[in-house]
């Protein structure tokens, strides 16, 4: 299937088949596909590029002012795991990873060594960082390594489908990196800004937190964001030492202005569409679900969903946050006994 068209929440093939878009791009689009007031502050854009970390074009400087934390920005979701993994690293001065089974936080050689899939990590196991230490999804892993640095967390797992962990697992997270003097990294780039009905599922726990996705409106655009005072471990001499040059890029920059002012009008009504998934057997949180079934042939019948789970044993629905009831439904129903 080659997409020639996506509009809100439909997608048209080269074939002139039209579907219904349940992924929203791996859960990217979340105002819809081409969303209005996205193209617009794009095409509006004075500054298509400037000199990244040492000169930003107005549109950055604008989202800096608008992420709620002092920031430092990326391209993909991997990279703002990266620098939330380098950021530990400074602060704490200890190269330890604590990561979850079923987790996944990106490709590059950093993110790999937090990720879960094996399959993904084997042909690259002689160069992943580490240590790692890997404890089940949603238990409390005790006492942290002595040379742990770090905890990183989806609070909600995207990749092994849906996974929503237990009442106060974050928190005992929290707990246990202040024992043991680590930062807890919140990897919300799948269920941050608003996909499972909150802004930010981690609230003020984490000391770093990663988006992406959904940030840049359908453009490459990720964040960590920090603490205050946290992004001084960054001050390391005149020059920036882990940047590139399309970093802070400004129309992705101006869509995310967009996305950051719209989605916080749509969090109830997340929370009330999720329901009705969770009516048809899909589990998750908000519009982060998933259900055993075959991403194939849901295909076949009109729908686009992702495959997730260990296995890919699950398919995942991330639609739009601004899908409607009846489009709900309608994929709903074409899904049936899929
Ligand atoms: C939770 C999480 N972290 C990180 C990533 C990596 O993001 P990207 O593919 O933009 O590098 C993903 C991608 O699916 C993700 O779901």
Not at 178 to 196: H, K, Q, S, W
Not at 230 to 249: A, R
Not at 272 to 277: A, L
């Amino acid at each position: 299937m080659i997409w020639a068209n996506a509009e809100g929440c439909r997608v048209t093939d080269t074939e002139g088949r039209e579907y219904i878009d349940l992924s929203a791009g791996f859960g990217v689009a979340a105002l819809g596909h081409r969303d209005p007031r996205v193209m617009q502050a794009i095409a509006e854009q004075k500054v298509v590029h400037a000199l990244g970390d040492l000169a930003e074009a107005e549109a950055t400087v604008r989202l800096r002012r608008a992420l709620p934390r002092p920031a430092k920005l990326g391209l993909s979701g991997e990279d703002a795991v990266e620098i939330a993994l380098r950021t530990a690293l400074l602060a704490t001065g200890k190269p330890g990873i604590v990561a979850f089974e079923g987790a996944y936080h990106g490709t590059g050689l950093a993110a790999l060594a937090a990720t879960a899939l094996e399959r993904f990590r084997a042909p690259f196991a002689a160069w992943l960082p580490g240590p790692v230490f890997r404890f089940p999804y949603g238990e409390d892993p005790g006492p942290l390594p002595g040379d742990a640095g770090c905890v990183i967390v989806e609070p909600v797992q995207g990749r092994a489908g849906a996974r929503v962990p237990p009442a106060g697992f974050l928190e005992t997270l929290r707990r246990r990196c202040d024992e043991a003097g680590a930062l807890l990294i919140a990897d919300e780039i799948y269920c941050g800004l608003g996909r499972t009905g909150e802004m930010l599922v981690s609230g003020e726990l984490a000391d770093v937190v990663c988006l992406g996705k959904a940030l840049g409106g359908g453009l490459p655009l990720s964040a960590a964001l920090m603490w205050p005072g946290l992004e001084g471990v960054w001050e390391l001499g005149p020059e920036d030492v882990y940047t590139h040059t399309h970093s802070g890029t400004p129309l992705a920059c101006a869509a995310a202005l967009v996305v950051l002012e719209e989605v916080p009008k749509l969090l109830s009504e997340v929370k009330r569409k999720g329901e009705i998934f969770a009516r048809h057997g899909w589990h998750g949180a908000g519009l982060m679900r998933a259900r055993p079934g075959d991403a194939a042939r849901a295909l076949e019948r009109g729908v686009i969903v992702v495959p997730a789970g260990q296995e890919n044993e699950l398919i995942s629905a991330t639609p739009p946050l601004v899908i409607s009831d009846e489009e709900i439904e309608e994929a709903l129903a074409r899904l049936e006994g899929c």
